[in-house]
């Protein structure tokens, strides 16, 4: 090696860095045409809030968190200083379309792939821009199926950023894949609802600031269609004999304040007027509401994998760390590492923008097959993209002097949250298998028509097909 820059850099390297390119530059050519140039300008200003503010700040933020249980109390104020800036710049509700609630941003779900792409890099960007799950998925439920009362209560607040929610549907004692499964009851009682039961992995619930739970539950547990059992239900934090009963941890991370917690709800009297849309419409506002979240976050584990391809990058091309008397950047594997990972971000961006524009063709019901795809296929390219820079780093890679292993246990978490892999995985196996009949009478087909056209010229097959 020639000698290093002060960046740490090879200059060998360094002197073939093409010329920087802007976010809009780097849109897939395939995608280019269905962003406008509003979207084009805002992608843009996102990249330049979350490379220089948010993620500079994500340090300060973990800093200015508390020690022990103030942890759960204190909210670190460079979290308000970010969301000051962001609104200034008009980065705030990207993702939700205006034609759902006016003070929403108007960019289709492909627009916002791209940007939410960008705070996916950084610990604060989301929540800085009020583009943080599970606030983003509540407010879909809220700005689609909410009663304009319920919007007024509950929608205004969380589009000011003025309050935070949690999402409740997972339950400790039975099998949450399946989601008929829920035990929890709402049982109508004159102009209120008795709720009783478990819910867990209420991420958010945690937060001083969640003000509002969304509760999945069941309203008529004998009605022979299982799919018209639950409903879902407002819930005001703080409700007599609601009890949030621990927080608890993902790999060892607690993820306070927002946190994931286990509430109890021991007779709890919520007015019916809180009902979304309707009893028995449960499986109807959450299938609405998961879809788009699930996107959201495989736009998020988009960046989180450039982010750590990022640091790959930086360790391979430090000057200070040789191995067997070269630099890492002249080992072969870890260049093929970092040929490997641009490869699976890139084509897992193409799978991620492909179930968007889905979305934004109808709705995401008309895209279950691409949105199950990018739901399983996103989250394991950026484990395997992450673990790749975690070895390179070695030591400093599993611990907290990187952001590494934070990113892999919440990416890891994705593999579970929304719905298994192996549900997604089970239901695309058996759509895509309805189609054997069909391949195997064109096969047949073929067969028979090559046959008719080697007896026409008097040949004999070389081998049997």
């Not at 610990?123 to 800085?128: D, G, Q």
Request: with cysteine; proline share 5%.
């Amino acid at each position: 090696m020639s000698g290093a820059s002060k960046s740490g850099i090879s200059p060998n390297y360094a002197a073939r860095d093409p010329k920087p390119q802007t976010a809009a530059d780097k849109i897939p050519i395939l995608a280019r045409g269905a962003v406008s140039d509003r979207a084009k300008e805002t992608l843009n200003l996102v990249e330049k809030f979350v490379e220089q503010e948010c993620i500079p700040s994500d340090m300060v933020y973990y800093a200015q968190l508390g020690e022990g249980e103030k942890r759960w109390t204190t909210l670190p104020p460079v979290m308000d200083e970010l969301k000051a800036k962001a609104k200034k710049m008009g980065l705030w509700n990207l993702f939700l379309p205006r034609n759902h609630f006016k003070q929403g941003a108007g960019f289709s779900n492909l627009e916002y792939g791209l940007m939410a792409e960008y705070m996916g890099k950084s610990r604060t960007a989301s929540e800085a821009c009020n583009c943080a799950a599970p606030d983003t998925g509540n407010m879909e439920v809220l700005a689609k199926y909410g009663s304009e009362t319920q919007k007024k209560q509950w929608l205004q607040p969380l589009l000011d950023g003025e309050i935070r929610s949690a999402f409740l549907m997972t339950e400790p004692d039975v099998a949450s894949s399946d989601a008929t499964n829920i035990t929890l009851t709402m049982t109508k009682q004159g102009n209120d609802y008795i709720l009783n039961g478990q819910k867990w992995w209420s991420s958010g619930a945690g937060d001083p600031r969640c003000k509002v739970y969304i509760v999945m539950g069941k309203t008529d547990p004998q009605n022979r269609d299982v799919y018209k059992q639950q409903s879902v239900m407002l819930v005001a934090a703080g409700t007599p004999g609601v009890k949030v009963t621990r927080c608890l941890n993902v790999y060892g991370y607690d993820d306070a304040p927002h946190g994931h917690a286990q509430i109890t709800f021991d007779n709890v009297r919520v007015p019916a007027s809180n009902m979304v849309l309707g009893e028995g419409r449960g499986f109807e506002i959450i299938q609405g509401r998961l879809g788009p979240g699930r996107i959201h976050h495989a736009m998020r584990s988009i960046g989180a994998a450039e982010k750590a391809l990022e640091w790959m990058i930086a360790r391979v091309n430090d000057p200070r760390k040789k191995t067997f008397g070269r630099a890492l950047y002249e080992h072969g594997v870890l260049v093929e590492w970092i040929a490997k990972s641009r490869l699976e971000i890139d084509a897992a961006r193409l799978v991620v923008l492909n179930a968007a524009y889905k979305i934004d063709e109808r709705d995401a019901k008309n895209a279950l097959k691409e949105i199950a795809e990018a739901k399983v296929l996103v989250p394991q390219m950026a484990l395997d993209v992450i673990d790749r820079a975690v070895q390179s780093w070695g030591g400093a890679g599993v611990c907290q002097d990187t952001p590494l292993a934070n990113m892999w246990a919440g990416i890891r978490t994705l593999k579970i949250a929304d719905g298994p892999d192996e549900v997604h995985l089970q239901q695309m196996g058996k759509n895509e298998n309805k189609r054997s009949r069909e391949i195997m009478d064109k096969l047949e087909r073929q067969k028979l028509e090559g046959e008719r056209l080697l007896k026409q010229l008097s040949l004999q097959p070389k081998s049997k097909l």
